[in-house]
């Protein structure tokens, strides 16, 4: 009983269960490989039935029913499953839902080029044949494997007493670290590391912290923790929605559904008010729809707690090596494929100088003829039977058997002379390559050249991005902004303090001068009054008109779509309502810059960052304003820049930020320009080098002047002409603007605009502008935001 299980369990690991080390296939996925290559079935050719495959594996290779090989096949052409599929299919071959593919009678497949790559050169010796089950043929023991399979497709199965769970890898990255490998023998997985950071899945998702990585790297075994990814989203009936577009690998939609609707019924996960599946052939996007009032932030924390969103894989580096099951590390792993394919150019070279070597003594043999052509046919003519003409060619002409047959079986139309110089420049040729091919096989370095050039090859042909996330935090050590995808959203805030944030993206780009969309869906009382784009995992500086400042996370601002209203910011602020915010600005560090503070009356005044980096939710004290002043901008300076001020009347002053010395947080400041009677300072910018300074009306004319118009005066000055204003029409605001930009405009009324920088002339100072967008009557511009190109 005993022997008979010990021989049950190793045809088990064997035969069956475990890949090997070299070509990273078990054996059904090689035979099945090795059958479509007999079809001839490359990347070009028509595609075959599922049914004539599988059949031609069971009956040539594989002593099993098509019904176990089916599924293998399958697997192997699912881009859910694979990082880099080995067979192409056509038809259903199922689905990441978890559903089923067709029957094998009504799917096609065909190889996918990865597998050509792992078939190359199986045609010259370069791996050993054994008989198949029946001794009808020869099959190969191990595959060429120019490809990578084991490293970046990885590996699963379940043998007797061990198991193995060999997650996919990027191929760029795996290229790499083997050339690190080859380069330097010596070097150690945290050098590996930098390159080959950690798995690689085919359905992307976040893998939170590098500590199992490192541990399955070294010792073979480790577990990590991936997530799905996901965004917040605000849907058209103003609630907040998580919007899941990456699922862990080997999840499914359908069993993360099933698991949401078990807790939700059980109410361990409360506040989900519908779960929908909106995916399509453009990827996953399943909608988790919030009850009113939720923050999307908590019911997120609670699928990752309760593992809906959140699975651990366990990594098991095992596979076998001569026959043996073996556990290894991640560079044990590369080395032995880098044995293998040291092996496999060894020996292709070995069988490409044999037949070199052989051509070259019949070329000679040839040639030994073609000098002495009238005695070779006389010989041959005088000659009674063949066997006579052959040994008397060798005799005569001192040939070896096989050339003499090589010249017995010449055509009479290869005696013309220009054959000789054929044969002369094969010779020629050939003692070329066998030169090389000697070099490669006496040089262990020039193997190793190849091994590389074929591995950048393979990079250059199918190397693609990462797709999966690799977070240095473990889970319990994340914040939402290592959770939640980084992009840029537009932020509103209206009169009647409702806010939102709306990705950018939601704004198609219009021409100059054009009416734009609606942007806010406002009460007939309310109006837009400020407007900013930022990142989703910037801060938000906010200040008041009492020169207060409170913080404020962009993720915590909820998502509204772009014609929804927002969010009463109150929700989210504890500003009286007595105060009125006035500016916002964004920030991502609190590092050594300043706050440059404006005020309506020409008070500037300059504070150290550092002082505004801890955030307390009653907020603090960032500027004294004086009786009837209100803060108007605030700019973020490096202690080198200089400033504009522009007035509402259409006045500016240049200065530099040296003449106003760093004060502390409860400073009034010092006189920044000096105001005619019904005058006020609107907005203020930093000189940026070729940049261009855009000052916008209320009535949606703009224009822009180049900064090098603005002669740099002392602050407290009366300032120059800026733009010459119809009756009745005010300045809003000034920005910096760069022709690769982008502005984001804003109405009382709620529309909104996109449009280029570029579209807008630059001008000289006294100019009247141009059209930046039309407004209907009664409406006017309030707000401006910069997009910055990348």
Not at 240 to 250: G, L, M, N, S, Y
Not at 454 to 469: C, E, N, P, S, V
């Amino acid at each position: 009983m005993k022997e008979s299980y010990l021989t049950y369990a190793m045809s088990v690991i064997i035969s069956r269960a475990l890949p090997d080390v070299r070509d990273g296939l078990k054996p059904s996925q090689r035979r099945i490989l090795v059958a479509m290559n007999d079809l001839n079935l490359t990347p070009r050719a028509k595609f075959r039935k599922c049914a004539k495959i599988c059949g031609d594996t069971s009956g040539n290779y594989h002593p099993h029913g098509e019904e176990v090989i089916y599924p293998t096949l399958v697997r192997m052409a699912q881009d859910f499953n694979m990082r880099y599929v080995l067979v192409s299919g056509q038809g259903n071959f199922g689905s990441i839902d978890g559903d089923p593919p067709a029957a094998m009678r009504y799917t096609e497949a065909r190889m996918a080029p990865a597998a050509v790559e792992m078939l190359e050169d199986i045609d010259k010796e370069t791996v050993d044949f054994v008989p198949n089950y029946d001794e009808t043929r020869l099959e190969p023991i191990v595959l060429p494997s120019k490809f990578p399979n084991l490293i970046v497709n990885g590996a699963g199965g379940i043998a007797v007493g061990m198991a193995t769970n060999i997650p996919p890898h990027n191929l760029s990255e795996a290229v790499d670290a083997m050339v690190m490998l080859i380069d330097n023998p010596d070097v150690t997985v945290e050098e590996l590391m930098k390159v080959l950071p950690g798995p690689d899945f085919p359905t992307g998702g976040i893998i939170c912290g590098v500590a199992g990585i490192k541990e399955a790297y070294q010792t073979g075994r480790g577990k990590i923790t991936i997530r799905a990814r996901s965004m917040f989203e605000r849907t058209k009936s103003g609630r907040e929605a998580i919007v899941i577009t990456e699922i862990p690998f080997q999840t499914t939609k359908t069993r993360i559904i099933e698991r949401m609707v078990e807790f939700i019924k059980d109410e361990t996960i409360k506040g989900i008010a519908d779960i929908r599946d909106e995916s399509d052939r453009e990827g996953i996007r399943l909608v988790v729809e919030l009850k009113k009032g939720e923050n999307p932030q908590v019911v997120l924390n609670q699928l990752y707690k309760h593992g809906v969103l959140q699975t651990t894989f366990g990594i098991i580096l095992i596979a076998l090596h001569n026959n043996k099951p073996l556990t290894m590390s991640i560079k044990e792993l590369m080395q032995y494929y880098i044995d293998h394919r040291f092996e496999i150019i060894t020996r292709r070279t070995q069988y490409l100088l044999d037949r070199a070597s052989e051509r070259i003594h019949i070329v000679k043999g040839l040639l030994i003829a073609l000098s002495s052509i009238d005695d070779v046919i006389a010989t041959i003519k005088s000659s009674r039977t063949a066997d006579e003409a052959r040994e008397r060619l060798i005799s005569q002409f001192a040939l070896s058997e096989g050339q003499a047959n090589a010249i017995l079986a010449m055509q009479l139309s290869r005696l013309v002379g220009l054959e000789r110089e054929k044969l002369l420049k094969e010779e020629e040729d050939l003692n070329q390559k066998i030169k090389e091919y000697w070099y490669i096989l006496k040089d262990k370095k020039a193997v190793y050249d190849i091994i590389k050039e074929d591995l950048y090859d393979l990079k250059t042909k199918y190397g693609d991005a990462r797709r999966t996330q690799i977070l240095d935090k473990e889970p319990e050590e994340l914040t939402l902004e290592d959770i939640v995808q980084e992009h840029d959203v537009a932020v509103t805030i209206t009169h009647q303090r409702y806010i939102k944030q709306t990705p950018l993206e939601q704004y198609r780009r219009q021409g100059r001068g054009g009416k734009g969309v609606i942007g806010t869906d406002m009460k007939e009382e309310d109006f837009v009054e400020h407007m900013y784009v930022c990142s989703s995992h910037d801060w938000l500086l906010v200040f008041t008109n009492r020169g207060k400042m409170y913080w404020l996370r962009v993720l915590e601002i909820p998502q509204g779509a772009r014609d929804s209203r927002g969010r009463s910011i109150s929700n989210l602020l504890s500003i009286p309502e007595d105060e009125r915010i006035e500016q916002i600005i964004a920030v991502r560090e609190f590092n050594e810059r300043s706050l440059f503070f404006v005020t309506r009356e020409g008070y500037v005044k300059k504070t150290s960052l550092s002082k505004f980096s801890r955030p307390t939710k009653a907020g603090i004290i960032a500027v004294t304003l004086k009786e009837g002043d209100g803060l108007v901008d605030v700019l973020v300076t490096t202690g080198n820049d200089e400033i504009v001020l522009g007035t509402t009347n259409g006045l500016s002053i240049r200065f530099s930020e040296k003449d106003v010395r760093p004060m502390g947080r409860n400073a009034a400041g010092v006189i920044g320009i000096r105001l005619n009677e019904g005058d006020s300072v609107c907005g203020a910018v930093c000189v940026e080098k070729d940049g261009t300074l855009l000052t916008v009306f209320d009535n949606g004319v703009g224009k822009r002047t180049p900064f090098k118009d603005y002669r740099i005066q002392k602050r407290g000055g009366k300032g120059i002409i800026n733009a010459k204003l119809p009756k009745g029409v005010k300045v809003v605001t000034l920005l910096a603007a760069h022709d690769e930009d982008e502005l984001m405009l804003i109405s009382a009324n709620g529309k909104m605009i996109r449009t280029d920088v570029k579209s807008i002339r630059p001008t000289g100072r006294s100019t009247k502008g141009v059209w930046l967008m039309r407004l209907d009557k009664g409406d006017r511009l309030v707000s401006v935001a910069r997009i910055e190109r990348d």
